[in-house]
Antibody, heavy 114, light 110 residues
């Protein structure tokens, strides 16, 4: 299985960050898939997870701003993070799994700046 | 945000061994499996150990994991230059209802 994140690049403060993860070499069903992030020079943070039926589980610290969705027909899943600030600047990773993560996408750097 | 505590760094000469510790609590390590990830410079994390001590296919047996109570350890024997990386522990946290990660340990091969 290989995962590839889309590349939104620069997002303005207060706007919405949107990312898509394309899955190849395997199927979205019947697995769980997750989003994680890593601010520059810092550690890893779990954002949330979604299964093939759309059942979600979000990090409580981000729950009010996060929405995840899945599209099995396109073999992809997505992340929306609203009202972003500079604190949301990070490398965003998609990964297979919910408790442990394997494999990971290569990651995409999202910078929040005006 | 709940995090697991790791020593920040370790410097080791090639061929030697190193042990990285990870400290948690009863809601995470104390009641769930521990996982370890290796992050080489500029790359995505890679699963190194799952279910406390199990190695995925392709991970050398120089890497071994263990757990006792609310702490866990990753041992690397016979260090090579390609082992220079950041290492993160992780575990499911029952209070968070999600996974938590360690603060990370940077291993430098001198």
């Amino acid at each position: 299985v290989q995962l590839q994140e889309s590349d939104p690049g620069l997002v303005k403060p207060s706007e919405t960050l949107s990312l898509t993860c394309s899955v190849s070499g395997g199927y979205i069903s019947p697995n769980y898939w997750s989003w994680l992030r890593q601010p520059p020079g810092r550690g890893l943070e779990w954002i949330g997870s979604i299964n093939h039926n759309g059942r979600t589980n979000y990090n409580p610290s981000l729950q009010s701003r996060v929405t995840m969705s899945v599209d099995p027909s396109y073999n992809e899943f997505s992340l929306r993070l609203t009202s972003v600030t500079a604190a949301d600047t990070a490398v965003y990773y998609c990964a297979k799994g919910r408790v442990w993560f394997d494999p990971w996408g290569q990651g995409t750097l999202v910078i929040v700046s005006s | 945000q709940t995090v697991l505590t790791q020593s920040p760094s370790a410097s080791v000469t090639p061929g030697q061994g190193v042990t990285i510790s990870c400290s948690g609590s009863s809601s995470n390590i104390g009641s769930n499996y521990v996982y370890w990830y290796q992050q080489l410079p500029g790359t995505a994390p890679r699963l190194l150990i799952h279910s406390n001590y199990q190695r995925p296919t392709g991970v050398p047996d120089r890497f071994s994991g263990s757990k006792s109570g609310t702490s866990a350890s990753l041992a690397i024997n016979g260090l090579r230059s390609e082992d220079e990386a950041d290492y993160y522990c992780a575990a499911w946290d029952d209070s968070l209802s999600g996974p938590v990660f360690g603060t990370g340990t940077k291993v430098t091969v001198l």
